[in-house]
């Protein structure tokens, strides 16, 4: 079956740091990931996926992903954190011909200026 | 395009009421989809359709149902509502392809959401 691992609740880090968010998943064949982004009293907004390809993959908003197949990893990353980027951060994955989107626990990022 | 649109926003039923929750999106979307999101458990699927006439159930489905007659409409009806179905409620949908990986890759568009409580 399908898993996704967001070993962290909270990330903390300053305004103009990198920031990375960890995922770590597993599942049978091709993974297809995601990381979503959700703000307050919002719906999820879609950030980055990747599907095949280069292993970074660079998204919304400045955001990127590295996919690390050996480690089953699909951490999120920026350079330089806003304090804007303060919200709930979902990985999810899919894997080849299955419709199901399977989501982790999120982490809430807090960016303080 | 208005996207994915949610009704009611928020909602207060008492224990053994039913209703129902809208979701309609106009992007022609053939997959559609609810999640509940609940504290420190992230998503989970509760049902699921990939066109209309055609439905399947997630990771939670008991308690709810759902039903797809058109392509644009994906209402999850609640049909004796406990305190354990309050949560908050997302409705998603997305492209698929023919077949394979195609139906597989597309990201999901997330309607607004509904927050539910059940006293």
């Known amino acids: 079956a399908q898993s996704v691992a967001q070993p962290e609740d909270q990330v903390n880090v300053a305004e103009g740091n990198p920031l990375t968010v960890k995922c770590t998943y597993s599942?049978?064949?091709?993974?297809?990931l995601f990381w979503y982004v959700q703000y307050p009293n919002r719906g999820l907004q879609f950030l980055l996926k990747?599907?095949?390809?280069?292993?970074l993959v660079k998204g919304s908003y400045g955001f990127e992903a590295e996919f690390n197949k050996s480690q089953t990893s699909f951490h999120l990353k920026k350079p330089s954190a806003l304090v804007s980027d303060s919200a709930l951060y979902f990985c999810?994955?899919?894997?080849?011909?299955?419709?199901?989107?399977?989501f982790g626990t999120g982490t809430r990022l807090l960016v303080s200026p | 395009n208005a996207g994915v649109t949610q009704t009611p926003k928020f909602q207060v039923l008492k224990t053994g009421q039913s209703m129902t929750l809208q979701c309609a999106q106009d992007?022609?979307?053939?997959?559609m989809s609810w999640y509940r999101q609940d504290p420190g458990m992230g998503l989970r699927l509760i049902h699921y359709?990939?066109?209309?006439?055609?439905?399947d159930q997630g990771e939670v489905p008991n308690g709810y149902n759902v039903s797809r007659s058109t392509t644009e409409d994906f209402p999850l009806r609640l049909l004796s509502a406990a305190p354990s179905q309050t949560s908050v409620y997302f409705c998603?949908?997305?492209?698929?392809?023919?077949?394979?990986?195609?139906?597989?890759?597309?990201?999901?568009?997330f309607g607004p959401g509904t927050r539910l409580t059940v006293l």
């Open positions: 359709s990939v066109g209309a006439g055609i439905t």
């Open positions: 599942v049978s064949g091709n993974p297809y």
């Open positions: 999810a994955v899919r894997n080849t011909g299955f419709q199901k989107l399977v």
């Open positions: 990747y599907i095949t390809g280069d292993n």
């Open positions: 998603a949908s997305s492209r698929t392809g023919t077949s394979g990986p195609g139906s597989s890759y597309n990201e999901q568009f």
């Open positions: 992007m022609n979307h053939e997959y």
